[in-house]
């Protein structure tokens, strides 16, 4: 049976114009730039830069009419709706309230030969007849950034038959590995695991007593080694307290990461640019935003122009009116562009005021344990804004401050309760523990238990299993770990 009704639904949708706002505010600096490009390159009716200022009457058209209304078929364009008689567009009256690194900030680049490059270079040293050259240049090839192979060599095998048409055997393969691959500088490169990697560099030492024992060592009581069970150790090998801390600092030496040291692996060097600054100046805080945050964006004269010229016009053909309603589409898109890039600026610049605001005492001194407890509702309350929104500014963007370039994100933690009652922040609660650990006795490093022992002592009540979630956050291992002879 059919059945007709009258249904109420509130239903709430995002505009394109929205969507492109939030997108464009969780993007960092350097993405932002290459967004910037990208929509310059495929909308010509943007452009960037100041225009002549002696040209006063093609700016005129340089504004739009905010109660702009959309128009379906070109036939009802009212043209008038894009040409102002507004003296001073919109763009130039933008605030400046931006740092003065206008410079052109290029990536570098690491100059010489790659990583990988170098270790096939040297395979030309070696006598090496057409299939032994192509399994060590497989291998070299199989090699991680860290310098190690991480497959099974009985995979290479395979591969080598099936993508080099290479037949062999695997005890071939392994001598290729450790008699030509393992002996290419850095010295431990081609390592299957770390215990091999360090006896690799330690057989390319001079002989010592200490290298031999060493090698032996990290051969017949790996585990004991790693684990630091050094009592074990000493009764396994006979060996004074004294010869083990020689053992010790000769192995400490060892680069458990070769690859990682190579200077020529022509990667991109990491490079942070800070969304924002804060100085201090006569004991205030100063926040600007990174210029570069903040482009000048008008519409294109030729695009106005060819507006003016259809207005003039008195007949106007089909293809005329096609065109001019092709341009209309490039203007609005580029009038949404320019008003999204504003309120992405009044956006991150309302957050970051706000959490400086919130954070004052710690901007002023730099010291953590003046952190207040603050998350995102907090800031989000205070600015009138979605919680989304305040974690697109957070989880992004970077601040330049007199302490350090610091991600935003780091300013929030949660709230503990002193033995006072009072809300404190749970990275002072961690700063406070690291420092305890520092200062510790490394013979007798404190459990986890007397830590949290040390910490309500201190006025800071937490559980055992709170202390050891906050001793892997800090990446701190555990005391038997930390212990030292």
Not at 30 to 47: G, S, T, V
Not at 49 to 57: I, L, M, N, P, Q
Not at 265 to 294: C, H, M, T, Y
Not at 406 to 431: A, Y
């Amino acid at each position: 049976m059919l059945k007709q009704g009258l249904h109420f639904k509130l239903l709430q949708k995002l505009s394109p114009q929205q969507i492109q706002l939030m997108k464009l505010i969780q993007l960092p600096t350097q993405a932002f730039e290459e967004r910037l490009k990208q929509e310059i390159e495929e909308n010509p009716a943007l452009d960037t830069g100041k225009e002549a200022s002696d040209d006063v009457d093609d700016d005129l058209s340089n504004e739009f009419d905010d109660d702009l209304s959309e128009k379906t078929a070109s036939d009802d364009l009212n043209i008038d709706d894009y040409l102002s008689d507004d003296e001073i567009p919109n763009y130039k009256t933008q605030a400046n309230n931006y740092s003065a690194d206008d410079e052109e900030k290029n990536l570098p680049y690491a100059a010489g030969t790659s990583f990988h490059q170098s270790l096939k270079n040297q395979l030309n040293t070696f006598q090496l007849n057409e299939e032994e050259y192509t399994i060590a240049e497989f291998l070299v090839g199989s090699i991680d950034d860290s310098g190690y192979i991480r497959r099974d060599v009985l995979d290479i095998v395979d591969d080598l038959a099936f993508t080099e048409n290479v037949f062999t055997t695997l005890d071939i393969v392994i001598s290729v590995l450790t008699s030509v691959v393992q002996t290419l500088d850095p010295i431990g490169v081609g390592a299957r695991d770390l215990k091999e990697c360090l006896i690799i560099q330690l057989k390319a030492k001079n002989k010592t007593k200490f290298v031999s024992l060493s090698i032996q060592v990290l051969e017949e009581a790996f585990d004991h080694f790693v684990k630091k069970h050094y009592q074990k150790l000493q009764e396994k090998f006979h060996i004074s307290e004294d010869e083990l801390k020689e053992i010790i600092k000769e192995i400490s030496k060892l680069n458990p990461k070769p690859g990682s040291s190579y200077a020529g692996n022509n990667k991109i060097a990491e490079q942070i640019v800070p969304d924002f600054s804060i100085k201090l100046l006569d004991g205030e805080l100063d926040l600007v935003l990174n210029s570069r945050n903040a482009p000048e964006l008008h519409i294109s004269r030729e695009y106005n122009n060819m507006l003016k010229g259809y207005q003039e016009s008195t007949i106007k053909s089909k293809s005329q009116k096609d065109a001019v309603f092709f341009i209309k589409q490039k203007l609005d898109a580029a009038k949404w562009f320019i008003d999204a890039i504003r309120q992405r600026q009044q956006t991150l610049l309302i957050t970051m005021n706000t959490i400086m605001q919130y954070q004052y005492d710690y901007f002023l001194s730099g010291d953590e344990r003046k952190l207040k407890p603050m998350i995102l509702k907090d800031i989000a309350d205070k600015i009138n804004m979605d919680i989304s929104t305040v974690s697109r500014v957070a989880n992004s963007k970077y601040v330049s401050t007199p302490y350090g370039t610091k991600l935003i994100k780091e300013f929030f933690s949660e709230s503990m309760k002193n033995d006072q009652g009072e809300d404190v922040s749970t990275k002072e609660i961690k700063k406070i523990l690291e420092t305890i650990i520092t200062e510790e006795n490394k013979k007798k490093p404190y459990t986890d238990e007397r830590l949290a022992a040390i910490l309500k002592e201190k006025g800071y009540p937490i559980a055992r299993r709170t202390v050891a979630k906050y001793r892997e956050q800090l990446e701190l291992p555990v005391a038997r770990l930390r212990k030292e002879i």
